[in-house]
């Protein structure tokens, strides 16, 4: 048995190792083909993330990416697909900045109001995705895709000048207004050069262990798994489908609202026409590579954003920073097919060890038969 | 819009005489068709609005329209095989980036060509990873988009950065394909429509807008409609391709290679959206420029589903999907505003329905959204352009709400299958 779990182990840390082997030897052939250096670009990459400042940016990206995965992670655990990451995650962000400079309360009391509204905002987005799949049978994978247009829509909307936003003299850009001082998280200053770690990246890790906690340690979570593993198995032994699907949906969009508040409360301290997009999209990448496990999750947060922020130094040398993106989207595909390889194998594996098993315990029993005539 | 009865569901193990859902055959589709221009029509008429149904408004609805129809039409492809493809907007991504590159330097024919091999490539990508190592549908497909993305603008850093007129977000410019104006009917059409007579106008508006400026390439997008309905619902071909996305098992135990009809599917539909890709640049604007698909493949999928994964519906969507953007882009906002009053009317017909139905309670809902709507109308005298923006998106979400039971996709989409291992 114990044999058993190691090997599980050892496949496990299998699927992420190939592809990410896979994914950087294909990386290789593409700047091969392409006519420049096939190694260069990633030494420079190393090279530029020595650089204390570049870590600094590199962990707070990594925060936030990471809250977009957990949304996403939620969802995937219970067989639900939120695409709707990035639209729940802007429209939070947005309403919460809106919020945050209309109005002026005490220090903590201005940053919990600020992330409740982007909780309750981008549980309100998805929610409308889940009430349509429980009441209207309708795909939240189609409804969260409508919602994202919908949301980038809506934001241009809100944000005109006519309406809520503001313009800043002197600029084409377009915000929602400052939020107070007292509405800016504290972060954990690194030194001069280096800048600040945003406070709200340790509350993306404290979210990683609630994640944990809940969906390993409580009657909720095990529910959410169990519909998720078998949605007819969990409703036979009592558990509300059409409940759970809502309930997850809006969690996963509350999380999804958290995601843009390392930014807005530790630099941006408004929104504005050039708040991070996409966030939710590189969210899935992250939770499948990080296979829905909070601990993975935070490794894959981290690799990806390794790979945005220390490609930015790659244009000084000459070579093309796009290669990141490529490399990204190498990953996600080696990562899914390597995951499926490497869960076909094991399958295989313990099909195999159960039949061996069974002929054995088969043949003893043969003998038996054979000895009792 | 939706025309669907209720015996979708009910028949669906039977198999049909005619293709597609009960109801929508080619004559009903020219009987609403025939119904909304002489509503459109009466809204022209009351708001004044003369350009909902020019000449050039239409023209500009077509051509709008042509790319989010061949993504659609990939889209009905992939699914109609059950393969999900949400990587309809990365695939149409490659065909613009495909169809500029090829089309600036060797002429916008083998762009077009070009365009479909770039989507194709994508789609068997897509095949490989789904169909064969059987991963998720809806990953790849947004892997595929991620890639396409990063992909295309890695490749602009050597082509078009230093190609002459073009820089690392925009391609040179591609010699047009040959426009196509059918003399003497044009005009008297354009005359006609001048006159703005109730109906008369209007579909002089419409027919003059499908012969004035018509690009070769959207005859050719065009007659993909009709020809894949003809392909997919009469030839056995279509029907084995179609019983991969019905009931694979029960395909493979008649001898059909479901993987490689699946495998056919998928590459057909990234090139479909490729050409969807390659219209855009080549058609459209004359450019490729990054971002340029700006989410229509995820509207041709939207399209897709609004047509109930039926060539004709999906054509029907589109074609609404066009013209909404057209109005917008064409002296927009008293267009648009004009599409309140015919949303408000089209409501009141709804309501009229239900109440023959005994639906007591939609009827009222659907009431006080019309009154909203007539007040809106009354009040304002534009719509915000952000609106008509969500419009599609909206309609297809309204759409999935009110009639989700009814739409009917094929049976075995986006399941996993592996060869020989059917329950």
């Known amino acids: 048995m114990k044999k058993f779990d190691r090997d599980r182990l050892i496949l496990a840390f299998a699927g992420p190792a190939l592809a990410l082997v896979v994914a950087v030897v294909l990386t290789s052939v593409v700047l091969l083909v392409s006519g420049t250096n096939p190694w260069e670009p990633y030494r420079i990459m190393f090279e530029s993330a020595s650089y204390v400042d570049v870590q600094v940016l590199i962990v707070n990206q990594a925060g936030t990416y990471y809250l977009a995965a957990l949304a996403v992670a939620v969802g995937f655990r219970m067989n639900l697909f939120n695409i709707g990451v990035d639209g729940q995650y802007r429209l939070a962000a947005m309403m919460a900045a809106l919020v945050g400079a209309a109005v002026e309360l005490p220090g903590p009391l201005q940053i919990a109001l600020i992330v409740i509204v982007a909780m309750l905002v981008g549980a309100l987005w998805s929610g409308i995705a889940g009430i349509l799949k429980t009441t209207r049978g309708v795909s939240e994978v189609v409804s969260t895709i409508m919602l994202n247009s919908i949301a980038t829509s809506l934001v241009a909307w809100l944000i005109l000048p006519k309406n809520f936003g503001v313009q800043p003299a002197g600029s084409n850009n377009l915000t929602t207004g400052d939020i107070p001082e007292s509405g800016w998280f504290p972060g954990l200053d690194m030194g001069v050069e280096a800048g600040e770690i945003y406070g709200f990246t340790f509350v993306a890790a404290a979210c990683g262990v609630i994640y944990w906690f809940v969906l390993a340690r409580t009657r909720f979570g095990f529910d959410l798994r169990a519909t998720g593993a078998s949605a007819s198995a969990a409703q036979a032994s009592g558990v509300d489908a059409k409940k759970m699907i809502l309930t997850s949906m809006l969690v996963s969009g509350g999380i999804a609202g958290l995601a843009g508040m390392p930014t807005l409360l530790g630099d941006a301290h408004t929104y504005s026409l050039d708040f991070p997009t996409g966030i939710g999209f590189t969210g899935i990448t992250i939770a499948l590579l990080g296979r829905n496990n909070p601990l993975g999750i935070a490794f894959s947060a981290l690799l990806i954003a390794f790979l945005d922020k220390s490609s930015a130094s790659l244009d000084q040398f000459g070579y093309e920073k796009e290669i990141a993106t490529i490399m990204q989207g190498l990953i996600v595909i080696s990562v899914v097919v390597s995951y499926e390889l490497v869960r076909r194998y094991g399958l295989r594996r313990q099909q195999q060890k159960v039949g061996e098993e069974l002929a054995a315990g088969g043949a003893l029993k043969t003998e038996k038969e054979g000895a009792a005539l | 819009v939706t025309t669907t009865t209720g015996t979708v569901a009910a028949t669906s193990g039977k198999p049909r005489k005619r293709g597609g859902r009960p109801g929508l055959t080619p004559s009903v589709l020219l009987l609403i068709i025939a119904g909304a221009l002489a509503l459109v029509s009466l809204v022209r008429l009351i708001s004044g609005a003369d350009d909902i149904t020019s000449a050039g408004q239409v023209a500009g609805a077509l051509e709008l329209a042509i790319p989010i129809g061949l993504a659609g039409l990939g889209g009905l492809w992939a699914e109609r095989a059950g393969v999900v493809n949400i990587g309809l907007e990365g695939m149409m991504i490659l065909g613009t980036w495909f169809g500029a590159w090829a089309g600036y330097q060797w002429g916008p024919w083998t762009g077009v060509l070009f365009g479909i091999i770039g989507g194709a490539l994508g789609g068997l990508l897509h095949a490989v990873v ?229 639906k007591y309670l939609p009827a009222v809902l659907s009431a006080a959204v019309a009154a909203l709507l007539f007040v809106w109308y009354g009040l304002t005298d534009q719509v915000p352009s952000q609106f008509v923006d969500a419009a599609p998106y909206v309609t297809t979400l309204l759409v999935l709400a009110l009639s989700a039971q009814r739409l009917r996709m094929p049976k075995a989409n986006g399941l996993p299958y592996r060869k020989g291992q059917g329950a």
């Open chain 2, 130 to 358: 789904t169909v064969t190592f059987g991963v998720n549908h809806i990953v790849s497909g947004v892997a595929v988009n991620i890639l396409a993305v990063g992909a295309t603008r890695y490749l602009s850093e050597f082509t078009f950065d230093t190609a002459e007129g073009g820089s690392s977000k925009q391609s040179p410019r591609i010699d047009a394909i040959t426009e196509i104006t059918v003399p003497g009917l044009s005009d008297w059409m354009h005359d006609l429509q001048a006159r703005h007579w109730f109906l008369v106008s209007d579909l002089a508006g419409v027919i003059g807008g499908l012969v004035t400026g018509l690009s070769l390439l959207t005859v050719v997008a065009l007659l993909l409609v009709p020809g894949t309905w003809w392909l997919l619902w009469r030839t056995p071909f279509g029907l084995r391709l179609r019983s991969c996305g019905e009931n694979p098992v029960a395909a493979e135990s008649l001898g059909v290679n479901v993987y490689r009809y699946k495998y056919v599917a998928v590459v057909i539909s990234g090139g479909l959206a490729g050409l969807g890709g390659a219209f855009l640049a080549i058609v459209s604007t004359g450019i490729y420029q990054e971002g340029q698909t700006g989410g229509r493949g995820y509207i041709g999928l939207a399209a897709m589903i609004f047509g109930n994964w039926m060539p004709g519906g999906m054509a029907l969507g589109a074609g609404l999907f066009g013209f909404t953007d057209s109005l917008k882009l064409r002296g927009g906002a008293e267009n648009v505003h004009a599409m309140l009053l015919l949303l408000a009317i089209l409501l009141v017909l709804v309501v009229a329905r239900q109440l023959h139905r005994r």
